[in-house]
């Protein structure tokens, strides 16, 4: 399929459609199934108000719990996060220049691994728990979904509904950086099984904390 060209949905956001390749996209399928089994395994978030993520969650280098994050998952197994490996912050590099058309510094030091079954998504919010203002990346694998990017100010209008497909790229950054956004909806049976990925939908944000 011959990908859509790339658009800046809002200054600074830009959705990159088929970004990663068919060999990228099996390699990090594969890894995120390895960094599911632990040390901290894969979960469904529970949230302050008690309720529970409907998509589950497993972090690298640092472990987001609502609204923090930490060396160590207290809310799991007490086990500290795997390291965020050196080939995962270059391709997060690469995706950043790919998205603004020029190389910056980007060291990434966290990676959010969500997957999304069938029924699960995600209310509007933002990513503000990090301490930097760095882009976030985010890399979508499997079933194609609604993603929704809106503005700073509220989780309503104005925003923007993009369908993220296997191997597209979304960076925002800049005046989007604190933009709410969301996933209101996953389509089943649209992702390609080539990916290594049967069902469901995975996406990787990275993100730097500004945290040492
Ligand atoms: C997120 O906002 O952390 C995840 C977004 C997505 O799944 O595309
Ligand atoms: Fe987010």
Not at 37 to 42: D, F, H, Q, T
Not at 105 to 123: C, H, R, S, V, W
Not at 150 to 177: A, I, K
């Given at each position: 399929?011959i990908?859509?060209?790339?658009?800046?949905?809002?200054p600074?956001?830009?959705?990159?459609?088929?970004?990663l390749t068919?060999?990228?996209?099996?390699?990090?399928?594969?890894?995120?199934?390895?960094?599911?089994?632990?040390?901290?395994?894969?979960?469904?978030t529970?949230?302050p108000?008690?309720?529970?993520?409907?998509v589950?969650?497993?972090?690298?280098?640092?472990?987001?719990?609502p609204?923090?994050y930490?060396?160590?998952?207290?809310?799991?197994?007490?086990?500290?996060?795997?390291?965020l490996?050196g080939?995962?912050?270059?391709?997060?590099?690469?995706?950043?220049?790919g998205a603004?058309?020029?190389?910056?510094?980007?060291?990434?030091?966290?990676?959010?691994i969500?997957?999304?079954?069938?029924?699960a998504?995600m209310g509007?919010?933002q990513?503000?728990?990090?301490?930097?203002?760095?882009?976030?990346?985010?890399l979508?694998?499997?079933d194609?979904?609604?993603?929704?990017?809106?503005?700073?100010?509220?989780?309503?209008?104005?925003?923007?509904?993009?369908?993220?497909?296997?191997?597209d790229?979304?960076v925002?950054?800049?005046?989007?950086?604190?933009?709410y956004?969301g996933?209101?909806?996953?389509?089943?049976?649209?992702?390609?099984?080539?990916?290594g990925?049967?069902?469901?939908?995975?996406n990787?944000t990275?993100?730097?904390?500004?945290?040492?």
């Amino acid at each position: 399929m011959i990908p859509l060209p790339m658009r800046e949905i809002a200054p600074g956001a830009v959705h990159v459609p088929g970004w990663l390749t068919l060999d990228e996209q099996r390699h990090l399928v594969e890894a995120c199934r390895e960094w599911a089994r632990g040390p901290v395994p894969i979960r469904h978030t529970v949230l302050p108000s008690g309720g529970v993520m409907s998509v589950q969650t497993v972090c690298l280098g640092w472990h987001w719990q609502p609204y923090r994050y930490t060396r160590v998952a207290h809310d799991v197994n007490g086990r500290r996060v795997a390291d965020l490996p050196g080939w995962l912050a270059e391709l997060g590099r690469r995706a950043v220049a790919g998205a603004y058309g020029h190389e910056m510094e980007y060291d990434p030091d966290t990676a959010l691994i969500n997957f999304y079954d069938g029924q699960a998504k995600m209310g509007m919010h933002q990513d503000k728990d990090e301490r930097s203002d760095a882009p976030v990346v985010s890399l979508s694998i499997g079933d194609t979904c609604l993603f929704r990017f809106g503005n700073t100010e509220t989780r309503g209008r104005p925003y923007t509904d993009v369908r993220l497909t296997s191997g597209d790229l979304f960076v925002f950054g800049g005046p989007s950086r604190l933009a709410y956004h969301g996933v209101p909806k996953v389509y089943p049976g649209t992702g390609d099984p080539a990916t290594g990925l049967a069902s469901g939908r995975l996406n990787l944000t990275l993100r730097v904390t500004g945290l040492r």
